[in-house]
């Protein structure tokens, strides 16, 4: 592990170490926080007992359906309004301010067009994931030198192939970075209209505990939620050095 | 020249119509020039005079405002003719390939077998001298290199006439000599037509058959140089009595237009 490493770790346990302390000591009540150590106890307790088991599945089947939408969706809107310049200068002005926008206020309406099911809260994910594909896959094809272009010309590609085969490659770096943002923004969504209306799922189940006062159950779900996006940026991190790694001269 | 016309120019011109508050521009032309079949025709020019637009309607990549092209007895009309392979002075590798699949590219999308494209991109590989960089991305390799695999890129598609432009323009003199005995070699083997744009003289006296010599834009060939060079030539030629002399003579019908070129009356300086 780098220098660099190895001071994030010992700052995190630090940090980690001084909250127990904190808890342990009653400095903080455990109305407002337990210790992490039993919080780490708590996950695994509802991990291994299977009582959530069935809203995770939901949460992690929504939060996956938002992101793959919201990946394809916006890589195909991103490479339309690149090819389709006009429509994108009526736009653009727009996407600047798309994320001023709340939302969540369209709930309602998107339970009156989706209906009561996990839907509404797979479009709240993928609205709010989706225009930061859209930026960045433009940004990244705007990038595309020239004397590619006409690499792609010479190569007799049409601008199907062009697209898929020279601007999507090359502009991938950029456009992965809109796929990290995607991934967060979709679990932000989904998780975020579970806690408002719906009657399954971890979000609904933190708001449930919380109602109840029970932290064991809210704080354990939160770690658990921690930990997974933890997790999930870190492949993608990974994957992107190794993506970047090839590319720098 | 007995043989017939492979890239055959007539009256070509290219004005760049007037846009966003900048004037009607006379880039090139007209323009007339008959290639012939394995011919290696360089054209120097002084800068700005339309050498790289002179490539770009003979490759198809623009079309001409006026006049005719043909490659092979047909029409060139804005579009890449079958055949025709081009190297960018600029790198045109793509990163996020290695080697051996940035020279498989075309062919794969030509709808190449697997067996066909190993074959001929391990010849082209060999050839261009990258086999054990076959696994590297263009990252890893010096600018050279990176235009070996360019040029590889080009040659596994075995065009019948590679357009060059100032494929050596970034490299230090002792590399630009030493591709260009490689480009020598292609040449010989391929037996394909090759136009060589360049702003180095030495470069095109050392590798053509002819040198084409352009005046200030709107660019017109002043002359057209014949080498004398034999078939089997290397770039040992440069220390020839021959060699400075050809080369004083290029010079001496470019001085005044890269004079007018540079916005200098000419004769001055």
Sequence with gaps: ?249 | MASPAHVLLRGVTRIYPARAGRPELHALGPIDLDLAEGEFFAVVGPSGCGKSTLLELIAGLAAPSAGEATFEGRAINGRVPDGVGVVFQEDASFPWLNVFDNIAFGLRHAGGGATEVRSRVDYALEFMGLKEFAGAYPAQLSGGMRQRVCIARTLVLKPRLILLDEPFGALDQQTRLLMGDELLRLWRETRATILLITHALDEAAMLADRVGVMSARPGRFLDVVSTGWPRERDSRIVSSSAFGGLTSRLWTLLRAESLRSLGHAAGQG
Aim: glycine share 8%; net charge positive; with cysteine.
């Design chain 1, 1 to 249: 592990m780098s220098r660099v490493g190895r001071i994030r770790v010992l700052v995190l346990l630090g940090a980690v170490a001084t909250l127990e302390a904190l808890c342990r000591t009653g400095v903080i009540s455990s109305f407002t926080l337990i210790a992490p150590s039993t919080i780490v106890v708590s996950t695994v307790e509802i991990l291994a007992s299977g009582r959530f088991t069935a809203d995770i599945v939901v949460t992690l089947r929504n939060v996956a359906a938002a992101i793959l939408t919201a990946m394809i969706g916006g890589v195909a809107i991103g490479t339309l309004l690149h090819g389709l310049p006009a429509t994108r200068r009526v736009l653009e002005p727009l996407f600047a301010t798309y994320y001023a926008i709340p939302v969540y206020a369209f709930y309602p309406l998107l339970i009156v067009v989706f209906g009561l099911g996990d839907l509404p809260q797979i479009a709240i994910g993928f609205l709010l994931a989706v225009m930061a594909v859209v930026i960045n896959t433009m940004n990244g094809l705007d990038r595309v030198p020239a004397v590619l272009l006409k690499a792609a010309r010479v190569q007799r590609l049409g601008p199907l192939a062009t697209a898929w085969s020279m601007r999507l490659p090359y502009a991938a770096p950029y456009v992965f970075t809109g796929f990290k943002l995607c991934v967060a923004y979709s679990f932000v969504g989904v998780i975020g209209a579970e806690f408002i209306t719906s009657s399954r799922g971890i979000g609904y189940e933190i708001a449930f505990a919380y109602n109840n006062f029970d932290n064991r159950v809210m704080y354990a779900l939160i770690f658990f939620i921690l930990a997974v996006v933890t997790l999930v940026n870190m492949s993608l991190y990974a994957w992107e050095r190794r993506l970047l790694a090839r590319r720098q001269r």
